[in-house]
Nanobody, 124 residues
């Protein structure tokens, strides 16, 4: 079963920092894009940042200059991290890792996968 394993959420005061990490549970055949989304209570899920296999980064306007997405390979696993600085109460949400790719050769086309979500709470 394809899994994205997230870690790093928690409670922080406004102005503080957190680092989220997400790792594929196995070594994938190919990864096209890895991203972070978030969903606040009563709101739709929204894209926070993404990083493509070519190195292209995208940031939503509401996190530009504060968040940084990066990608590493550890033990042949794909890891994407989100460094979040200068956090604001409005950043409070469940953050979801997202990956588009082919976990194995048997997956013929790029498919989309989600992590279970990690709670980030920023107190004022």
């Amino acid at each position: 079963q394809v899994q994205l394993v997230e870690s790093g959420g928690g409670l922080v005061q406004a102005g503080g920092s957190l680092r989220l990490s997400c790792a594929t549970s196995t070594s994938w055949f190919s990864v096209n894009r890895m991203a972070w989304y978030r969903q606040a209570p009563g709101k739709q899920r929204e894209l926070v940042a993404h990083l493509t296999v070519t190195g292209t980064r995208y940031y939503a306007d509401f996190v530009k200059g504060r968040f940084t997405i990066s990608r590493d390979r550890a033990r042949n696993l794909n890891v994407v991290s989100l460094q979040m600085n200068d956090l604001k109460p409005e950043d409070t949400a469940v953050y979801y890792c997202n990956a588009i790719g082919r976990p194995t050769l048997s997956v013929q086309y790029d498919s989309e996968y989600w992590g279970q979500g990690t709670q980030v709470t920023v107190s004022s």
